[in-house]
Every structure is written in C-alpha cells, then in structure tokens.
C-alpha cells in the first residue's frame, strides 16, 4: 500500500508559476519498490490526462501541451511538479500517480486555478 498526498496549487494568474508537490509514504517495501511516479491532470468536463513522469534514474517524460512549460522532478518518495507560463487551459485537478508492483496508486488530486 502507498498513500500519496499532493500540496501546492491555488488560484494564480496566467503567466504565474506554482509547484506541486507529492510525497509518498507505507510499507518499506512499497517505498522502495517505487519506479517511475509522475502526475496527470483532469480539466473540468473531460478526461483524465497523463502530464509527465519520472523514472528512479532520472528520466523524464512530458506530454507536447506542457512541454516546455512543466518540470518535473523527485527526491526519494517526493515527486514535484514546476509549472511555469500558466494559461486558463491549465486549469485542472492535478493528481500524483505511481505505480507499484502493477498497481496504480493515486492521491486525491489538488486544483490548480489558472484565472485573472
């Protein structure tokens, strides 16, 4: 079992950056079993979207709409997500997902309001 708790969204204005944050916590093993972790996003009335991940070496993987514009990054059972040059259409429940021994994981979402 892993429990993932998200933090750092709000109200900002487009332009405005925010850092998201996710921190990872259960048994030892599901800790150090922990491979990639990564964030998706769901906008208001539609579906749920992969963003970007990051692999236990480093790697990282963004979808082309925030290429360029997001960050990712990790320090051990934390994974964070920089977002940068925000627009309206970034608005969205930002949701911190990793996988484990074929079981996804996922915290309760934290929102992120891109708005002037």
């Known amino acids: 079992q892993v429990q993932l708790v998200e933090s750092g969204g709000g109200l900002v204005q487009p332009g405005g950056s925010l850092r998201l944050s996710c921190a990872a916590s259960?048994?030892?093993?599901?800790?150090?079993?922990?491979?990639?972790m990564g964030w998706y996003r769901q906008a208001p009335g539609k579906q749920r979207e992969w963003v970007a991940n990051?692999?236990?070496?480093?790697g990282t993987n963004y979808a082309d709409s925030v290429k360029g514009r997001f960050a990712i990054s990790r320090d051990n059972a934390k994974v964070y997500l920089q977002i940068n040059s925000l627009k309206p259409e970034d608005t969205a429940v930002y949701y911190c997902?990793?996988?484990?021994?074929?079981?996804?994981?996922w915290g309760k979402g934290i929102l992120v309001t891109v708005s002037s």
């Open positions: 259960g048994s030892i093993f599901s800790i150090f079993s922990i491979n990639a």
């Open positions: 997902n990793v996988p484990v021994e074929g079981v996804d994981y």
């Open positions: 990051i692999t236990s070496g480093g």
